[in-house]
């Protein structure tokens, strides 16, 4: 079992920058490829950025390249989620989420494939 507990979210102009963290507890951190997904109102939860157990690896949604940077600290215990140049259609609930696999398993952007979720945390772009 993991516990992934969001923070870091909040209200922002556009063109802001904020930078969300997921703290882990339970099983090891390093053996869970993570991800952060985000879910609008009335829209289904989308991938937003992962990366692989060691932190070398990382993909990111079309929509959030070159403006947000995904990062883990293992030693930590804990996930990151920079957003910078933010756009009022960043609104969302952002989750983060843990997924279980070998050392180079590829990462994948399936909400299904993942195994833990956290409670999310809410991040609002004002125009």
């Known amino acids: 079992q993991v516990r992934l507990v969001e923070s870091g979210g909040g209200l922002v102009q556009a063109g802001d920058s904020l930078r969300l963290s997921c703290a882990a507890s339970g099983r090891t951190f390093s053996m869970f490829h993570m991800g952060w997904f985000r879910q609008a109102p009335g829209q289904e939860r989308e991938f937003v950025a992962g990366i692989s157990r060691g932190g070398g690896n990382t993909e990111y949604a079309d929509s959030v390249k070159g403006r947000f940077t995904i990062s883990r600290d293992n030693a930590k215990n804990s996930l990151y989620l920079q957003m910078n140049s933010l756009k009022p259609e960043d609104t969302a609930v952002y989750y983060c989420?843990?997924?279980?696999?070998?050392?180079?398993?590829?990462?994948?952007?399936?909400?299904?494939?993942?195994?833990?979720w956290g409670q999310g945390t809410q991040v609002t772009v004002s125009s």
């Open positions: 989420a843990a997924k279980a696999g070998i050392m180079t398993a590829p990462i994948v952007s399936s909400p299904e494939l993942y195994n833990y």
